[in-house]
């Protein structure tokens, strides 16, 4: 069974440009949480989602950042348009249950904004 | 809201000494408490977990205690060996039915041969 796959794994681009993000949970998992570590720093939550749903979304850092997920499957994560504060590498995880199941994570997409 | 603190950031041993890795947290509410171990190239995996109801469990070499009066909890991995090292990561959460984990800086840890 295939894992929670995310790409691109590096993504460098210039500030003010725009970034999409693209996360495949494992298959069935209605949970899909974005997650950000920035500069060594701890992992931050950033949203969840329920299916199609935004479960809870008050992790996102501003109005740059738009989650999607459409149709219950894969998500995108958008920043637009990026700011050097946002590098950092940003992990998906999904899990199958309510929420009493493991959570399995992605490699992570290493975001560099110069 | 719910913070976590991780400590130490970097912890160097030998192969077969034990390693401890220790948290705090500041929400009482919070009654989940896993442990993650990311490899390089990798995302974070869980190791094991706990729930506030246990004071302690055991998976062969690795072992998680916890205070709920002290509100801290602590990562033990006896026998360490080389392929052990990695960023380890503790998370609290309040169990209401989603995973929002709340993470500690992660501990970065080698065993050397």
């Known amino acids: 069974e295939a894992g929670v796959t995310q790409f691109p794994s590096h993504s460098v681009i210039e500030k003010g440009q725009t970034v999409t993000l693209r996360c495949d949970p494992i298959?069935?998992?209605?949970?899909l949480y974005w997650y950000r570590r920035v500069m060594g720093k701890e992992i931050k939550f950033l949203l969840h989602f329920v299916k199609e749903s935004k479960q809870d979304e008050s992790g996102m850092p501003n109005n740059r950042f738009l989650a999607e997920r459409t149709g219950g499957t894969y998500s995108t994560l958008k920043v637009q348009p990026a700011e050097l504060e946002d590098s950092g590498v940003y992990f998906c995880?999904?899990?199958?249950?309510?929420?009493?199941?493991?959570?399995?994570f992605g490699q992570g997409t290493r975001l560099t904004v110069v | 809201g719910e913070n976590v603190e991780q400590h130490p950031s970097t912890l160097s041993v030998q192969e077969g000494d034990s390693a401890v890795i220790k948290c705090t947290y500041s929400?009482?509410?919070?009654?989940?408490f896993p442990w993650y171990k990311q490899e390089l190239g990798k995302g974070p995996q869980l190791i094991i977990d706990i729930r506030s109801n246990v004071g302690e469990k055991k998976d062969q070499r690795i072992a998680v205690t916890l205070n709920k009066t002290a509100k801290h909890f602590s990562l033990h991995i006896t026998e360490t060996q080389p392929e052990d090292s990695a960023v380890y990561f503790c998370?609290?959460?309040?169990?209401?039915?989603?995973?929002?984990?709340?993470f500690g800086t992660g501990t970065r840890l080698l065993v050397s041969p």
């Open positions: 998370a609290a959460s309040i169990r209401s039915g989603f995973q929002k984990l709340v």
């Open positions: 995880a999904s899990s199958q249950g309510p929420g009493n199941t493991e959570a399995f």
């Open positions: 298959s069935g998992h209605d949970n």
């Open positions: 929400d009482s509410a919070s009654n989940y």
